[in-house]
């Protein structure tokens, strides 16, 4: 629900998520459950107008969250967020943006996030980007407060915190759209489990700073068969990433089992009018060598202009793989669900 008030288009949100969730293990002969709730409550209002100087955006919001579990006890947190961007147009060909957000964590005080882009028209079929922020993520209950013979948690951990620089070109003609990305991150205080010898349980620490650096390629044909509108688009997408991790000669559970290859084809289908199919085709190598190849689906019923249905099924063919650490990634998973626009 938004409006308008002068010059401003105004734009409040509120939601409630709830989320429970029952997960059972075994460790050392014994199977364990752990039972946990968690409610989360989020506000924002934010504006936005344009002027001689651009387009402006400010806004303010606020989260609480609380859980509670049998096995991470009960807690509470909450943040306040203040941001503002700025968008100039420097003549025809050269657009700049700039923002910033402030961020009152209750358990760690104030943290900032700057960002820059620029984006360069070189003519009317190219243009050029480059970007710069910060980013910052607070450490979750899991990894603070979980305990069990073979996992220790650390309700001490400090949040991580990232620097990403990425330049590149997009490019769209006719019916064709692409672009490709040259990409390096870098973070400090990264939050990973460890242990010392196969024997020691693993630990949660701010043990690991990585520098991350790849390449991403987008192409998206948009009505790629001109005699019918069934196939509305397909894309293809294809990301390189190479890791240089420092975590002090200890093993890490989750660090060395990121992506190495990642390409992606989807296809998006008009059945009908109101009826819709979004095919999506995932190859996934990782660092140490494990693939998988991954088919999902999405169905979407547009009933109205406010009501839509939709049913989506993960892992459509049921393939066994390990998405991350060293548990399975679920079997074919399907959900369904409704979405109702006021």
């Keep these: ?63 609480w969250e609380e859980i509670e579990s049998n096995s991470l006890g009960d807690h509470d947190r909450s943040q306040r967020n203040l941001f503002f961007n700025q968008r100039i147009p420097l003549g025809e060909h050269v657009d700049v943006g700039a923002g910033l957000s402030a961020v009152y964590y209750s358990a760690w005080g104030w943290e900032y996030w700057p960002g820059m882009d620029i984006n360069l028209a070189l003519n009317k079929k190219w243009s050029w980007f480059t970007s710069f922020g910060e980013s910052f993520r607070i450490p979750t209950y899991t990894e603070m407060y979980y305990n069990t013979p073979m996992n220790v948690g650390d309700p001490e951990l400090e949040p991580e915190e990232a620097r990403t620089w990425e330049t590149g070109l ?81 093993e890490t559970k989750y660090a060395l089992n990121h992506l190495r290859h990642q390409l992606q084809v989807r296809t998006d289908l008009n059945w009908t009018p109101a009826l819709q199919q979004q095919i999506t085709y995932r190859y996934e190598e990782r660092l140490q060598g494990d693939s998988s190849n991954v088919v999902d689906t999405r169905l979407n019923w547009n009933l109205n202009s406010a009501l839509t249905f939709h049913i989506a099924v993960t892992n459509m063919f049921d393939a066994e793989y390990i998405e991350a650490g060293f548990a399975p990634a679920p079997g074919r998973w399907i959900k369904g669900g409704i979405s109702w626009r006021i």
């Design 1 to 63: 629900m938004d409006g308008y008030a002068g010059n401003w288009h105004l734009n409040p949100h509120l939601s409630y998520q709830r989320h429970e969730d029952t997960y059972t293990y075994a460790a050392g002969g014994q199977w364990y459950q752990n039972d946990s709730t968690t409610d989360k409550f989020i506000t924002q209002f934010s504006a936005d107008t344009r002027t001689s100087f651009g387009t402006s955006t400010m806004g303010i919001s606020a989260e």
């Design 170 to 250: 997009r490019g769209s003609w006719n019916t064709v759209s692409t672009s490709i990305a040259l990409f390096r991150r870098e973070s400090d205080n990264l939050i990973e489990w460890v242990r010392s010898s196969t024997d020691q349980p693993w630990r949660v620490a701010n043990i690991a700073e990585s520098t991350t650096t790849g390449v991403e390629t987008e192409m998206g044909i948009h009505h790629p068969f001109r005699s019918t509108d069934f196939v509305k688009q397909i894309k293809f997408a294809y990301t390189y990433l190479d890791t240089d991790m420092r975590s002090d000669n200890l």
